[in-house]
Protein backbone atom coordinates (compact mmCIF):
# COMPACT_ATOMS: atom_id res chain seq x y z
CA UNK A 1 0.00 0.00 0.00
CA UNK A 2 1.41 3.52 -0.89
CA UNK A 3 2.82 5.88 1.73
CA UNK A 4 1.86 9.61 1.67
CA UNK A 5 2.11 12.20 3.89
CA UNK A 6 -0.41 14.90 4.95
CA UNK A 7 0.41 17.34 2.28
CA UNK A 8 0.39 14.22 -0.63
CA UNK A 9 -2.73 13.23 0.95
CA UNK A 10 -4.36 16.67 0.23
CA UNK A 11 -2.71 16.45 -3.08
CA UNK A 12 -4.69 13.00 -3.84
CA UNK A 13 -7.88 14.13 -2.76
CA UNK A 14 -7.69 16.95 -5.28
CA UNK A 15 -6.49 15.01 -7.82
CA UNK A 16 -9.71 12.15 -7.50
CA UNK A 17 -12.37 15.06 -6.99
CA UNK A 18 -11.44 17.25 -9.96
CA UNK A 19 -11.08 13.92 -12.03
CA UNK A 20 -14.43 13.24 -11.08
CA UNK A 21 -16.02 16.60 -10.61
CA UNK A 22 -15.46 19.45 -13.88
CA UNK A 23 -17.06 22.04 -11.35
CA UNK A 24 -14.28 21.83 -8.88
CA UNK A 25 -12.05 24.50 -9.03
CA UNK A 26 -9.18 25.84 -6.65
CA UNK A 27 -7.86 29.03 -5.71
CA UNK A 28 -5.33 30.84 -3.64
CA UNK A 29 -2.67 32.67 -3.23
CA UNK A 30 0.80 32.48 -3.55
CA UNK A 31 0.17 29.37 -5.58
CA UNK A 32 3.47 29.28 -6.80
CA UNK A 33 2.91 27.65 -10.35
CA UNK A 34 -0.30 26.50 -8.74
CA UNK A 35 1.05 24.25 -5.84
CA UNK A 36 0.31 26.42 -3.37
CA UNK A 37 2.20 27.35 -0.09
CA UNK A 38 2.88 23.70 1.16
CA UNK A 39 2.38 22.49 -2.46
CA UNK A 40 -0.75 20.57 -1.79
CA UNK A 41 -1.83 21.51 -5.30
CA UNK A 42 1.32 20.13 -7.46
CA UNK A 43 0.46 19.20 -10.64
CA UNK A 44 -3.40 19.78 -10.91
CA UNK A 45 -1.86 22.80 -13.11
CA UNK A 46 -0.30 20.59 -15.58
CA UNK A 47 -3.36 17.90 -15.66
CA UNK A 48 -6.62 20.26 -15.47
CA UNK A 49 -5.51 23.82 -16.68
CA UNK A 50 -5.40 27.05 -15.39
CA UNK A 51 -9.04 27.53 -15.91
CA UNK A 52 -9.32 25.55 -12.98
CA UNK A 53 -6.21 26.24 -10.72
CA UNK A 54 -6.61 29.94 -10.42
CA UNK A 55 -3.70 31.92 -8.93
CA UNK A 56 -5.47 34.64 -6.63
CA UNK A 57 -4.32 37.90 -4.90
CA UNK A 58 -3.17 37.77 -1.40
CA UNK A 59 -5.79 39.24 -0.30
CA UNK A 60 -8.43 36.78 1.88
CA UNK A 61 -11.58 37.96 1.47
CA UNK A 62 -10.92 38.25 -2.39
CA UNK A 63 -9.99 34.59 -2.46
CA UNK A 64 -13.09 33.95 -0.69
CA UNK A 65 -15.57 36.45 -2.37
CA UNK A 66 -14.15 34.99 -5.36
CA UNK A 67 -15.37 31.35 -4.27
CA UNK A 68 -18.37 32.41 -2.64
CA UNK A 69 -19.17 34.09 -6.54
CA UNK A 70 -18.33 30.62 -8.05
CA UNK A 71 -20.61 28.62 -5.28
CA UNK A 72 -23.52 30.73 -6.37
CA UNK A 73 -22.86 29.58 -10.21
CA UNK A 74 -23.04 25.87 -9.69
CA UNK A 75 -18.91 25.09 -9.30
CA UNK A 76 -17.75 23.78 -6.01
CA UNK A 77 -14.40 25.97 -5.48
CA UNK A 78 -11.74 24.66 -3.12
CA UNK A 79 -9.76 28.00 -1.78
CA UNK A 80 -6.90 27.87 0.37
CA UNK A 81 -5.79 30.94 2.73
CA UNK A 82 -1.97 30.33 3.05
CA UNK A 83 -2.19 31.06 6.71
CA UNK A 84 -4.97 30.78 9.37
CA UNK A 85 -4.49 34.37 10.91
CA UNK A 86 -6.20 34.97 8.23
CA UNK A 87 -9.81 33.87 8.91
CA UNK A 88 -10.79 36.86 11.08
CA UNK A 89 -10.94 38.77 7.90
CA UNK A 90 -13.30 36.40 6.11
CA UNK A 91 -15.67 35.81 9.14
CA UNK A 92 -18.11 37.99 8.06
CA UNK A 93 -18.04 36.85 4.47
CA UNK A 94 -18.65 33.26 5.68
CA UNK A 95 -21.67 34.27 8.68
CA UNK A 96 -23.39 36.92 6.09
CA UNK A 97 -23.01 35.40 2.68
CA UNK A 98 -21.58 31.67 2.29
CA UNK A 99 -23.34 30.14 5.58
CA UNK A 100 -26.78 31.97 5.22
CA UNK A 101 -26.53 31.34 1.27
CA UNK A 102 -28.89 28.29 1.34
CA UNK A 103 -31.39 29.86 3.99
CA UNK A 104 -31.62 32.96 1.34
CA UNK A 105 -32.37 30.55 -1.47
CA UNK A 106 -35.04 28.68 0.74
CA UNK A 107 -33.01 25.78 0.60
CA UNK A 108 -32.97 25.20 -3.12
CA UNK A 109 -29.99 23.66 -4.55
CA UNK A 110 -26.80 23.10 -2.72
CA UNK A 111 -24.03 25.67 -1.98
CA UNK A 112 -20.98 23.89 -2.08
CA UNK A 113 -17.66 25.50 -0.98
CA UNK A 114 -14.80 24.40 1.10
CA UNK A 115 -12.17 26.87 2.86
CA UNK A 116 -8.37 24.94 3.38
CA UNK A 117 -6.29 26.56 5.85
CA UNK A 118 -3.06 25.12 7.45
CA UNK A 119 -2.55 26.83 10.49
CA UNK A 120 0.47 27.23 12.68
CA UNK A 121 0.43 27.29 16.76
CA UNK A 122 3.63 27.34 18.20
CA UNK A 123 7.22 29.12 18.17
CA UNK A 124 6.14 33.00 17.51
CA UNK A 125 2.63 32.13 16.80
CA UNK A 126 -0.58 33.73 19.33
CA UNK A 127 -2.34 30.94 20.73
CA UNK A 128 -5.43 32.59 18.65
CA UNK A 129 -4.13 31.03 15.67
CA UNK A 130 -5.30 27.53 17.02
CA UNK A 131 -8.07 28.90 18.51
CA UNK A 132 -10.01 30.11 14.89
CA UNK A 133 -12.06 26.89 14.97
CA UNK A 134 -14.27 27.99 17.75
CA UNK A 135 -15.52 31.43 16.64
CA UNK A 136 -16.02 29.96 13.10
CA UNK A 137 -17.86 27.05 14.51
CA UNK A 138 -20.53 30.14 15.42
CA UNK A 139 -21.47 31.13 11.71
CA UNK A 140 -24.75 29.69 10.79
CA UNK A 141 -24.52 26.03 8.79
CA UNK A 142 -20.73 26.59 8.40
CA UNK A 143 -18.88 23.18 8.79
CA UNK A 144 -15.93 23.13 10.82
CA UNK A 145 -13.63 20.17 10.42
CA UNK A 146 -9.82 19.52 11.69
CA UNK A 147 -7.72 16.89 9.86
CA UNK A 148 -5.05 15.04 12.04
CA UNK A 149 -3.53 12.44 9.56
CA UNK A 150 -2.72 11.83 5.93
CA UNK A 151 -6.02 9.72 5.76
CA UNK A 152 -8.31 12.01 7.93
CA UNK A 153 -7.05 14.59 5.59
CA UNK A 154 -7.58 12.85 2.02
CA UNK A 155 -11.09 11.64 3.68
CA UNK A 156 -12.22 15.18 5.40
CA UNK A 157 -11.38 17.10 2.12
CA UNK A 158 -13.18 14.76 -0.53
CA UNK A 159 -16.17 14.67 2.20
CA UNK A 160 -16.18 18.72 2.74
CA UNK A 161 -15.93 18.66 -1.32
CA UNK A 162 -19.32 16.79 -1.76
CA UNK A 163 -21.22 18.27 1.27
CA UNK A 164 -24.01 20.56 0.07
CA UNK A 165 -22.74 22.78 2.39
CA UNK A 166 -19.60 25.76 3.17
CA UNK A 167 -16.55 23.89 4.91
CA UNK A 168 -13.79 25.30 6.61
CA UNK A 169 -11.11 22.22 6.91
CA UNK A 170 -7.88 23.24 9.32
CA UNK A 171 -5.08 21.49 8.59
CA UNK A 172 -1.86 21.25 11.58
CA UNK A 173 0.84 22.71 9.86
CA UNK A 174 3.42 20.49 12.13
CA UNK A 175 1.90 17.25 10.46
CA UNK A 176 2.09 18.11 6.95
CA UNK A 177 5.48 16.97 6.03
CA UNK A 178 5.31 14.19 9.27
CA UNK A 179 6.27 11.01 8.22
CA UNK A 180 4.32 9.24 5.47
CA UNK A 181 1.44 6.59 6.59
CA UNK A 182 -0.18 4.06 4.59
CA UNK A 183 -3.14 4.98 2.57
CA UNK A 184 -5.40 3.33 0.25
CA UNK A 185 -5.52 3.14 -3.41
CA UNK A 186 -9.11 4.29 -4.08
CA UNK A 187 -11.31 6.24 -1.42
CA UNK A 188 -15.08 5.20 -3.36
CA UNK A 189 -17.05 6.57 -0.35
CA UNK A 190 -15.86 8.58 2.63
CA UNK A 191 -17.63 9.26 5.68
CA UNK A 192 -20.03 12.22 5.87
CA UNK A 193 -18.78 15.12 8.14
CA UNK A 194 -19.54 14.52 11.68
CA UNK A 195 -18.03 11.68 12.41
CA UNK A 196 -15.27 10.84 15.13
CA UNK A 197 -13.18 7.79 15.78
CA UNK A 198 -11.84 6.08 17.93
CA UNK A 199 -7.95 5.45 17.95
CA UNK A 200 -7.51 3.84 21.14
CA UNK A 201 -9.32 1.50 23.49
CA UNK A 202 -9.63 1.85 27.02
CA UNK A 203 -12.08 1.69 29.91
CA UNK A 204 -10.62 4.14 32.36
CA UNK A 205 -10.75 7.59 31.37
CA UNK A 206 -11.36 9.19 27.78
CA UNK A 207 -9.11 11.36 26.52
CA UNK A 208 -11.41 13.92 23.62
CA UNK A 209 -8.94 15.89 21.01
CA UNK A 210 -8.30 16.74 17.65
CA UNK A 211 -5.78 18.21 15.24
CA UNK A 212 -2.07 18.46 16.15
CA UNK A 213 -2.71 17.09 19.47
CA UNK A 214 -4.02 13.55 18.72
CA UNK A 215 -0.25 12.53 18.57
CA UNK A 216 0.42 13.93 21.92
CA UNK A 217 -2.91 12.56 23.54
CA UNK A 218 -2.07 9.03 21.96
CA UNK A 219 1.86 9.54 23.65
CA UNK A 220 -0.27 10.68 26.43
CA UNK A 221 -2.12 7.13 26.94
CA UNK A 222 0.97 4.91 26.58
CA UNK A 223 2.28 6.66 29.45
CA UNK A 224 -1.33 6.19 31.35
CA UNK A 225 -1.26 2.90 30.00
CA UNK A 226 2.10 1.90 32.34
CA UNK A 227 0.23 3.42 35.18
CA UNK A 228 -2.30 0.82 34.59
CA UNK A 229 -4.90 3.70 33.08
CA UNK A 230 -6.78 2.29 30.34
CA UNK A 231 -6.96 5.03 28.28
CA UNK A 232 -9.95 5.42 25.17
CA UNK A 233 -8.72 8.37 22.74
CA UNK A 234 -11.36 10.10 20.54
CA UNK A 235 -10.37 11.90 17.17
CA UNK A 236 -13.33 15.05 17.37
CA UNK A 237 -12.50 15.25 13.60
CA UNK A 238 -14.76 17.91 13.24
CA UNK A 239 -16.19 20.75 15.50
CA UNK A 240 -19.64 21.26 13.44
CA UNK A 241 -21.05 18.96 13.39
CA UNK A 242 -20.15 17.36 16.85
CA UNK A 243 -20.08 13.66 16.83
CA UNK A 244 -22.19 13.23 20.10
CA UNK A 245 -22.90 9.93 20.34
CA UNK A 246 -19.62 8.94 19.83
CA UNK A 247 -18.72 11.00 22.91
CA UNK A 248 -21.13 9.81 25.17
CA UNK A 249 -20.84 6.62 24.69
CA UNK A 250 -17.45 6.54 25.78
CA UNK A 251 -17.65 9.13 28.38
CA UNK A 252 -20.67 7.07 30.00
CA UNK A 253 -18.34 3.72 29.73
CA UNK A 254 -14.82 5.18 31.41
CA UNK A 255 -16.79 7.90 33.45
CA UNK A 256 -14.09 10.70 33.35
CA UNK A 257 -12.80 13.08 30.70
CA UNK A 258 -10.01 14.97 29.21
CA UNK A 259 -10.49 17.65 26.96
CA UNK A 260 -7.30 18.69 24.59
CA UNK A 261 -6.61 21.48 22.72
CA UNK A 262 -4.26 24.08 21.07
CA UNK A 263 -6.83 27.12 21.70
CA UNK A 264 -7.28 29.20 25.47
CA UNK A 265 -9.44 27.70 27.42
CA UNK A 266 -11.90 30.05 27.96
CA UNK A 267 -14.92 30.07 25.64
CA UNK A 268 -13.56 27.36 23.54
CA UNK A 269 -14.32 24.14 22.22
CA UNK A 270 -13.82 22.78 25.35
CA UNK A 271 -16.37 24.66 26.77
CA UNK A 272 -19.30 23.28 24.07
CA UNK A 273 -17.88 20.03 24.67
CA UNK A 274 -18.01 20.37 28.48
CA UNK A 275 -21.49 21.61 28.55
CA UNK A 276 -23.22 18.80 26.29
CA UNK A 277 -21.54 16.21 28.79
CA UNK A 278 -22.99 17.80 31.63
CA UNK A 279 -26.25 17.64 29.74
CA UNK A 280 -26.41 14.08 28.87
CA UNK A 281 -23.77 12.24 31.12
CA UNK A 282 -23.76 13.59 34.27
CA UNK A 283 -24.83 11.09 36.28
CA UNK A 284 -22.06 8.66 34.15
CA UNK A 285 -19.49 11.47 35.60
CA UNK A 286 -17.18 10.10 38.66
CA UNK A 287 -15.02 13.08 38.69
CA UNK A 288 -15.23 16.93 37.13
CA UNK A 289 -14.03 16.94 33.61
CA UNK A 290 -10.50 17.81 32.92
CA UNK A 291 -9.61 20.66 30.29
CA UNK A 292 -6.20 21.11 28.99
CA UNK A 293 -5.70 23.88 26.67
CA UNK A 294 -3.04 26.34 25.70
CA UNK A 295 -2.57 29.36 27.83
CA UNK A 296 -3.91 32.75 27.97
CA UNK A 297 -0.95 34.39 26.42
CA UNK A 298 -0.46 36.38 23.55
CA UNK A 299 2.74 35.12 22.10
CA UNK A 300 4.36 31.34 23.86
CA UNK A 301 7.19 29.36 22.18
CA UNK A 302 6.64 26.03 22.13
CA UNK A 303 6.15 24.12 24.64
CA UNK A 304 4.84 26.33 26.72
CA UNK A 305 1.56 27.86 24.68
CA UNK A 306 0.18 24.17 23.94
CA UNK A 307 -0.50 21.02 25.67
CA UNK A 308 2.46 18.40 26.10
CA UNK A 309 2.03 15.10 26.83
CA UNK A 310 2.74 15.03 30.29
CA UNK A 311 0.47 17.99 30.71
CA UNK A 312 -2.60 15.54 29.44
CA UNK A 313 -0.83 12.37 31.68
CA UNK A 314 -0.96 14.57 34.69
CA UNK A 315 -4.76 15.71 33.84
CA UNK A 316 -6.12 12.12 34.02
CA UNK A 317 -3.87 10.56 36.91
CA UNK A 318 -5.60 13.91 39.11
CA UNK A 319 -8.95 13.00 37.91
CA UNK A 320 -8.49 9.17 38.67
CA UNK A 321 -6.70 9.27 41.79
CA UNK A 322 -9.52 12.01 43.01
CA UNK A 323 -12.50 9.19 42.53
CA UNK A 324 -9.80 6.64 43.89
CA UNK A 325 -9.74 8.43 47.12
CA UNK A 326 -13.34 9.61 47.03
CA UNK A 327 -14.35 5.93 47.33
CA UNK A 328 -10.84 5.29 49.39
Not at 276 to 296: D, N, Q
Amino acid sequence: MPTHTMTEALNLALHEAMAADDGVVVLGAPMGRGAGRLRPNRGLRERFGAGRVIEAHLEATAIVGSAIGMAIAGLKPVCELPFSKLTGAILRQLEARAARMDDRGSGRGRFSLVIRVPYTPGLLQSTDVSGDDAWLAHASRLKVAIASSPATARELLRSAIRDPAPVIVFEPEALHHRGPEPLSATLEDPNPLGRGRRLREGADITLLTYGAMIPRALAAADALARDGIEADVLDLLSLTPLDDELIAESVIKTGHAVIVHEARCGFGANSEIVARLYEHCLFHLHAPIARVTGFGTAVAPEPLAHPETLRIANAARRIVAEVAVAHG
